[in-house]
């Protein structure tokens, strides 16, 4: 309760006036207490200043005299005083009323806001009689207003930290407040939607649904949150509405994306539950036992392992190994997991009946928003088929079908690998050539069968006579190798042991045989040479070898003859033949030969390049005489680069042609040509100068390219296959033949050698073997020429079996430019209907 108010006491300088009543003092006093203010008043003209109590209390000078009038502006603040004084100045002198807001300074020091005013009071000759005027004080006023501006300040700094939008609106749903983001938001500055339904602003297409929402909320008084998408806004808004007395509070947030994102995560889930690619998916757990478990599978899962879905969840993986899993493969693969690395894996795995199948397995790491390693994905795709294909020719490549033994190409393999670098290089191993003496007289008297049989017996008797680690091996014919790994570091012990297998397959050989019962007693010739790291090349070895062996002959047979250093008249004979190819490319005495190539209906297509010696002694020289020395020597690089530019040379003639400008050149590169650095630039270099399209250049690569290095010759390729230009395989099946890398060679074409086309009538496994390359080509999506065609009838064959590009001597021999040039003009002259 407000304290009561002090007696009142009449003041003397209030008196009842002449001219009717005016209020007592008593009554004035009430008043300015009540007000809270004071008045003072000057009577002029002696300028005497008196003032009220309620001011002289106000001023805190109760008890003291007024001031005087020079000292009056002094009761207010520094920074007021030189105001005041002016409207107080023309207050007295010009009769100016005043009515300002200032501060004071009460005697106690304490400063208040205060409202000043002022006015005149005139005779009836407008002469100034007196100055009055009212102090009133205003600090409670004040000090509210202050409040309020730190309320409202405290509230807008309160709304400015909202993250989110934030609007209000009234009970009828207009809207009151909108923060800048609600107004990014909107797309709309508050000034035009202020006083809206909020529905309106919002989505005039879906105003009922907006106001079913935010009447629930009003009636219950409850939080509610939804959300829709708001057209107006263009956006999924999520809204989260809280009741209030005067209306509603809402934040509304911007939820497109992650709506965006589930919609998208749902058509994820479709898509690769309607795969068929098997889809797994494990928590990353610890690699070890018990191993990630499993979290997803999709339909090709269950299809392809016969697992149901609840079957697995929670399981590891490992349900699908079996007996026959690599762990060779599972060591990498948990190598790979443990360092969070992605991983790509051929796999035997079982289906829930057992059955072994093969998948081709990509497995890859999952950082969740970052949060680490949450997931491994594996996908896989079932290629059971394509590996039974793969190991049919393998088998067929690899190995000899009568005997079963190793062949050539693997034996080769064996050889490079015995002359790799070890940490021994003295370590020293023995190659044996074994021809069977007198075995065509065999085949001519008993026939190819009984020929046949012996082979066989003669692949057992040596895999008896040498260990599992050794190599036995049959080249073709009546020629069986065996290589011997590991003698021994010293030469002469590891010789003796050589010598004491060679004596016991000779005497094993020499023993009867029984041939569909017909005894045999045959004999055998062996050459004999030692292995070592020091050796330069596979060649060098089998060349010591075959030249021991024919010693062995020319000394009688059924003998074993060691290679003697002496036999090296032949590495002679070669150095002359490096001197004269040095010398032919001197002074061009290469020449190209073109042996056309045809399609499907016999129209040519193209042609391949074959090299020529014109020597100057020996006339023309087939390139089987001279290529292997060039390889051996070097001399294949520039002998190679001057075929590459004069192949191109003759494509840019033919390209302005009409007749010609469709045909494409085929050339042979070497594995060292290949291999150069500059391989790829002095290819293009070529085909940049000579004008023409990249694809009409056919690179024809040996398979032994595939032996090493394998990813330097897929990045070449890429770059060759990138540019255009066309790559093939030349004789295919007879080399290296890389199928676990073959399906990421850039190539455009396989060749089937001559060797397979030879007997592809009358040898099943020459049929086998051409069937096998024709069918692994198309399953790649890779065209197939097969050269060395004589016949209609084996023209006939490949066709029937998807072939339809041939090259041989049924079409044409190799010709010189000018007798193709001759033999193109004639075909031009021929009838339509006739061709090659």
């Known amino acids: 309760m407000p304290s009561p108010l002090p007696p009142l006491r009449q003041h003397t300088l209030f008196k009842p006036g002449q001219d009717g009543l005016r209020p007592s ?226 934040y509304l947030r911007d939820v497109s994306e992650r709506r965006q994102s589930q919609e998208q995560l749902l058509l994820l889930q479709t898509s690769i539950s309607r795969l068929n690619d098997l889809v797994l998916i494990t928590e990353a757990g610890p690699v070890d036992d018990p191993g990630p478990r499993i979290v997803f599978v999709n339909d090709a899962f269950e299809r392809h392992t016969g697992y149901r879905r609840d079957e697995v969840m929670g399981q590891t993986p490992r349900l699908l190994q079996g007996e026959r899993t690599q762990r060779v493969e599972l060591d990498r693969i948990r190598k790979a997991l443990q360092q969070a690395e992605p991983v790509r894996a051929e796999l035997i795995n079982y289906k829930k009946n057992g059955e072994q199948f093969w998948l081709e397995l990509d497995i890859v790491p999952v950082d969740y928003f970052s949060r680490g390693l949450t997931h491994w994905v594996a996908v896989a795709r079932d290629i059971t088929t394509r590996k039974a294909a793969e190991e049919e020719i393998e088998h067929l490549a690899f190995y000899d079908t009568l005997t079963q033994l190793p062949n050539r190409q693997l ?76 003698l021994g570091d010293d030469r002469e012990a590891a010789s003796e042991r050589a010598r004491g ?69 032949v590495a002679t004979a070669n150095a002359a033949l490096t001197r004269e190819l040095r010398q032919g490319l001197r002074n061009n005495e290469f020449v190209l030969y073109y042996q056309p190539q045809v399609g499907s209906v016999g129209n040519m297509v193209g042609v391949e390049a074959l090299l020529r010696w014109n020597h100057p002694q020996r006339g023309l020289v087939a390139p089987n005489d001279f290529i292997g020395q060039a390889e051996e020597s070097g001399l294949i690089l520039p002998l190679g680069k001057w075929v590459l530019d004069t192949a191109c040379a003759q494509l840019g003639l033919w390209s302005q042609r009409p007749e010609t400008c469709k045909f494409s050149i085929a050339i042979n590169v070497s594995v060292r040509q290949f291999r150069h650095p500059e391989f790829v630039e002095q290819v293009m270099a070529a085909i940049a100068s000579a004008g023409i399209s990249a694809h009409r250049l056919k690179l024809e690569l040996t398979e032994s390219l595939l032996a090493n290095d394998m990813d330097v010759t897929i990045a070449k390729m890429g770059i060759l296959k990138d540019a255009g ?112």
Not at 518 to 537: F, M, P, R
Not at 756 to 768: E, G, H, M, R, Y
Request: aromatic share 8%; with cysteine.
């Open 25 to 250: 003092p008593a009554l004035l006093l009430l008043l300015e207490r009540a007000a809270c203010a004071g008045s003072w008043v000057l009577v002029m003209p002696q300028r005497g200043l008196v003032w009220s109590e309620p001011l002289a209390k106000l001023l805190g000078r109760e008890g003291s005299p007024p001031l005087v009038w020079a000292d009056f502006s002094d009761i207010f603040a520094p920074d007021w005083r030189m105001r005041m004084r002016s409207v107080l100045s023309a207050c007295l002198d010009n009769g100016t009323a005043f009515d300002e807001e200032a501060q004071i300074v009460t005697a106690a020091g304490q400063r208040l806001w205060v409202r000043a005013l002022g006015d005149v009071v005139r005779d009836h000759d407008g002469t100034v009689v007196q100055v009055s005027g009212v102090i009133r004080d205003l600090t409670v006023q004040k000090r509210a207003e202050q409040e309020a501006l730190s309320m409202t300040m405290r509230l807008a700094t309160t709304l400015a930290s909202i993250h989110d939008a934030f609007v209000t609106v009234d009970r009828e749903g207009r809207l009151t407040y909108l923060n800048p983001l609600s107004e990014k938001l909107i797309g709309k500055a508050g000034a035009e939607v202020l006083g809206l339904p909020i529905w309106e602003a919002l989505d005039s297409d879906g105003v009922a649904q907006l106001r079913h929402n935010l009447t629930a909320a009003f009636g219950n008084a409850s939080h509610h949150e939804f959300e829709a998408f708001y057209t107006n806004a263009g956006k999924w808004l999520e809204l989260r509405v809280y009741p209030f007395d005067d209306g509603l509070a809402l």
């Open 411 to 486: 034996l080769m393999n064996s050889l490079r690998q015995a002359l790799l670098p070890t940490d021994n290089p003295d370590r020293t191993g023995a190659l044996m050539f074994i021809d069977l003496d007198n075995f065509k007289v065999l085949n001519d008297t008993r026939g190819h069968a009984v020929g046949d049989l012996l082979l066989q017996q003669v692949a057992q008797r040596l895999s008896s006579c040498v260990r599992l680690r050794d190599t036995v091996a049959r080249l073709g014919g009546d020629e069986f190798v065996v290589l011997l790994d590991d």
């Open 725 to 836: 230009v066309t790559l093939s395989i030349d004789d295919f099946g007879i080399g290296y033949s890389a199928l676990s890398y073959l399906k990421y060679l850039p190539l455009d074409q396989l060749k089937i050698d001559r060797a397979f086309v030879k007997d592809v009538l009358t040898d099943p496994n020459d049929a086998a073997i051409a069937r096998t390359i024709i069918g692994l080509a198309q399953s790649l999506g890779l065209g197939v020429m097969a050269e060395g065609v004589e016949t209609e009838a084996q023209r006939n064959f490949l066709a029937r079996h998807g072939c339809h590009c041939f090259q041989g001597y049924l079409f044409s021999r190799p010709l010189p430019i000018d007798e193709l040039e001759a033999f193109i003009a004639k075909l031009q002259q021929a009838p339509e209907s006739q061709t090659v």
């Open 501 to 569: 297998v060679a004596q016991k397959i000779l005497a094993t050989l020499c023993e009867p045989c029984d041939l569909a019962g017909n005894e045999y007693d045959g004999t055998c010739s062996i050459g004999v040479t030692l292995v070592t790291q020091h050796q330069q090349s596979v060649g060098e070895l089998l060349k010591q070898a075959d030249l021991a062996m024919y010693q062995a002959k020319a000394a009688g047979r059924n003998t074993i003859c060691f290679f003697d250093p002496g036999m090296q008249a």
